[in-house]
């Protein structure tokens, strides 16, 4: 017996992923930086939690231009989300972003132990790309 599976990628994270031609299972720190940008008042496992997920990340991409101050803001959103893994010994970490494009659209890539993630924003279609680099 054959079965088919149709796996396609929609962006919005995940347990699998494409790695090249492959469907890769995630066994590292691949979702949290997602989540801890982008689990704020919305997310799904507020309810379960003492403490809700209050994300700044997603409010600086809706409120912000995409200009040096704007960048500078939604840099430092990042920044704050993710400050948690500051207590969490032998980890290293970092933030860049940058704008290019027309329209605009803001790069960031979000460094964790050696394993980076990009993520661009396009603010004129509310388009967000996330994935494994």
Same mark, same amino acid.
Not at 12 to 36: F, H, I, K, R, S
Not at 82 to 87: I, Q, R
């Given at each position: 017996?054959?079965?088919? #599976? ?10 699998? &992923?494409? !790695? ?13 930086? &997602? ?11 507020? !309810? &379960? ?46 933030? #860049? ?32 790309? &996330?994935?494994?680099?």
């Amino acid at each position: 017996m054959t079965t088919d #599976v149709l796996i396609y990628e929609t962006g919005q994270g995940g347990d699998l &992923y494409l !790695q090249g031609n492959d469907v890769a299972l995630t066994t590292g720190v691949e979702n949290v930086p &997602y989540l801890a940008m982008f689990g704020g008042d919305n997310w799904w496992g507020n !309810q &379960y939690i003492a403490t809700p997920f209050a994300s700044k990340t997603e409010a600086a991409l809706l409120s912000n231009p995409l200009t040096s101050a704007g960048r500078i803001a939604i840099e430092a959103a990042m920044q704050a989300d993710l400050a948690f893994l500051n207590d969490i010994p032998g980890t290293t970490w970092s933030v #860049v972003t940058s704008i290019s494009g027309n329209p605009n659209l803001l790069n960031a890539t979000i460094t964790i132990n050696g394993q980076s993630f990009s993520m661009q924003w396009n603010p004129n279609t509310l388009f967000l790309n &996330y994935q494994i680099v």
